[in-house]
Antibody
């Protein structure tokens, strides 16, 4: 069965970077894209971007264009999302989701990133 | 910046029918926006329900259906169950980028 297992919670200081991982199993990794979504405490979902696990092509939300990098490692079937220059309003749960028919369908459990001085 | 708008909250009685909508500030929502719908319960990751306007995933209960209605994407729940109480989010595609709606809190009362 398709499984996405994300890395554990992180606490970072303002200005630092965080790299969240998303380990995929149960399918051919390169056949499906990965979407990253975040959710601030008590708030709605926010689409951050998408990466093709086949060729590494990316689409980022304009809001994060200058601060985010999404990558994949096919040897370990893992997707990564790095967010730089963290601010307090980046405190959120970050989710990865695998595509099905081009849309996010299978979701990871989420990773809480807390940004605090 | 494109804004996707949903009803903030709706209430429905068990066994009833309710329709949630999803509007785009860019104009009428069409199938070309590939509307998706997700359900999220407290403390859980979102769960995909509908993709590409009206297609159900293999795990989507039959009482959920997606459509286009009056220039908006719509999610209809027929025969609502208590376990359907949750937040519901739509997701629209704008070329390579996607935008979530603000979510609808559905109360079953």
């Amino acid at each position: 069965q398709v499984q996405l297992v994300q890395s554990g919670p992180e606490v970072k200081k303002p200005g630092a970077s965080v790299k969240v991982s998303c380990k995929a199993s149960g399918y051919t990794f390169g056949s499906h894209g990965i979407t990253w979504v975040r959710q601030a405490p008590g708030q709605g979902l926010e689409w951050m971007g998408w990466i093709s696990a086949y060729n590494g092509n990316t689409n980022y939300a304009q809001k994060f264009q200058d601060r985010v990098t999404m990558t994949t490692d096919t040897s370990t079937t893992t997707a990564f999302m790095e967010l730089r220059s963290l601010r307090s309003d980046d405190t959120a749960v970050y989710y990865c989701a695998r595509d099905l028919y081009g849309d996010p369908a299978y979701w990871g459990q989420g990773t809480l990133v807390t940004v605090s001085s | 910046q494109t804004v996707v708008t949903q009803e903030p909250s709706l209430t429905v009685s068990p066994g009833g029918t309710v329709t949630l909508t999803c509007a785009s500030s860019a104009g009428a929502v069409t199938s070309g926006y590939y509307p998706n719908w997700f359900q999220q319960k407290p403390g859980q990751a979102p769960r995909a329900l509908i993709y590409a306007t009206n297609n159900k995933h293999s795990w989507t209960p039959a009482r959920f259906s997606g459509s286009l209605l009056g220039g908006k994407a719509a999610l209809t729940l027929s025969g609502v169950q208590p376990e359907d109480e949750a937040d519901y989010y739509c997701l629209l595609s704008y070329g390579g980028a996607r935008v979530f709606g603000g979510g609808t809190k559905l109360t079953v009362l």
